[in-house]
């Protein structure tokens, strides 16, 4: 009966010129005693092999081209030697059965010549293949139609397999894959044959700076900042472009972009970017820092009184960077600091008290500011503190401190010109567009700080 019968080839597809053996597992029918099959080649009996009544193995041909053996007593072999292994054998069909009772039989057996892989292209077929990134194409693995077992198809780009095994590949590129060699491999019986294309990746430009990240630079300096394409496809760079972060206006279209003379205004971030006929690239930031020595304190006045001294300046500075300012003093030749210390970062008129003078001693000043970047220094005044009221005469006593005290209010307005002056100036100067609220209610304002410490420039001179 059909199923108790099994027909098996010794490879999956036969090849020209190499041993090709048919098995037959059998069993016996009922009422039979002899382990015997019958080959037949497209339905006519070729052979019978079996063990008979002395137990040998026996054959009884009536093909010349085909050999037998027995394996045990209930598996039977026919052999196409390699000589007679030709297209002749090609697409027969074949079947083992017991001899005289059809019933037990095998299924049929197509027998297949092996056609290995003799060609293999790509499709499209140029070379190199151009395709832009992001993009998605569809490329096929063509293989000669015979192959025979269906060849296996594997995909690489460059030596990382990717994707699955199927003759047309679905390929998203990235420009990382650009100048990679695509390829196709077709196997079929251990042996195989590729096809290869280069991988041409359009992409947008990928931009740098140089310097980078960050330039420190002083005020009045020319500085150069150059935007580099290092890498691009195509590589023709159609345009460069600089902006400001924060703001889309572009300010420049060349490589590089030039500050002739560094002002307090460029303390800011620019932005290159550059196009090919792909695309624009993505932004390189470098950051602009202006460092911002503190203005020159423009000092003004020193009054003296009963054994202390009010020292008056004005200060015009940036805005940009915290400053600090103290007094230094000295009725000799060696500068003593203050104890107090005047945040002095916004444009204004300061005033610094120095106490415990000694009477009837000319003093010196000078007003020292400091930030972050550097320090600077006044130039000096002296005024002669006068005795303890007890000791002068009240006359003289009223007539000074009320000298000095009008000194002090024309001081104030004339600082308060000054300043609208100076200030509307460097507004002109450096493009400012607006001035600070408290700049504009503090001009004729004395502000008086108190900040009691120890300052690190104790004793400059």
Not at 318 to 347: M, Y
């Amino acid at each position: 009966m059909e199923g108790q019968y099994n027909l098996t080839g010794s490879l999956q597809a036969a090849i020209l010129g190499m041993d090709f053996l048919w098995t037959c597992s059998m069993t016996i029918p009922p009422g039979q005693t002899i382990n015997a099959v019958t080959f037949t080649r497209n339905g006519i009996g070729v052979g019978l092999v079996g063990r008979f009544s002395n137990r040998t193995c026996a054959s009884f041909d009536t093909h010349p081209r085909y050999n037998y053996r027995c394996d045990t007593d209930d598996v039977f072999s026919l052999i196409i030697p390699a000589d007679n292994m030709a297209e002749y054998e090609n697409n027969s069909v074949w079947q083992c059965l017991y001899p005289g009772d059809g019933n037990y039989k095998s299924s049929d057996q197509l027998l297949k010549i092996a056609v290995f892989v003799r060609n293999v292209s790509l499709s499209p077929n140029d070379n190199p293949l151009t395709i832009k990134e992001g993009t998605t194409i569809k490329v096929t693995c063509t293989v000669n139609s015979d192959a025979y077992p269906t060849p296996v198809i594997q995909w690489y780009i460059g030596d990382t397999e990717i994707g699955g095994n199927n003759e047309t590949m679905e390929l998203t590129v990235d420009k990382i894959h650009d100048g990679k060699i695509l390829r196709c491999v077709a196997t079929n019986y251990n042996k195989s044959l590729s096809s290869t294309t280069n991988l041409n990746i359009l992409y947008k430009p990928i931009v740098s700076v140089e310097p980078s990240n960050a330039v420190d630079v002083r005020p009045g300096e020319q500085l150069t900042i150059r935007c580099k394409v290092f890498k691009s496809n195509p590589e023709v760079i159609l345009e460069y472009e600089w902006s400001i972060l924060g703001d889309n206006d572009v300010i420049g279209r060349e490589s590089h972009f030039t500050f002739n003379k560094v002002s307090v205004n460029d303390n800011k971030t620019l932005l290159c970017r550059a196009r090919n006929s792909v695309g624009t690239s993505e932004p390189f930031s470098v950051r602009i820092n202006v460092l911002l020595v503190p203005a020159r304190p423009n000092f003004i006045k020193s009054l003296c009184y009963d054994e202390y001294a009010d020292v008056v300046w004005l200060t015009l500075t940036s805005g940009f960077d915290q400053q600090e300012s103290f007094v230094q003093f000295t009725s000799s030749t060696e500068f003593s600091n203050a104890s107090t210390v005047v945040n002095s970062t916004l444009k204004d008129i300061y005033s610094v008290r120095v106490a415990n003078l000694s009477p009837n001693t000319k003093y010196t000043f000078r007003v020292v500011t400091v930030n972050q970047y550097g320090d600077v220094t006044s130039n000096v005044v002296s005024c002669q503190v006068i005795g303890k009221l007890n000791e002068v005469p009240f006359s003289t006593s009223i007539v000074e401190f009320g000298g000095a005290l009008g000194g002090l209010v024309i001081f104030t307005i004339f600082a308060a010109v000054i300043i609208y002056m100076k200030v509307r100036r460097l507004n002109k100067k450096e493009d400012v567009v607006a001035k600070s609220s408290r700049s504009e209610e503090t001009n004729c304002e004395m502000q008086f700080s108190s900040m009691p410490e120890e300052h690190q420039h104790q004793g400059m001179t």
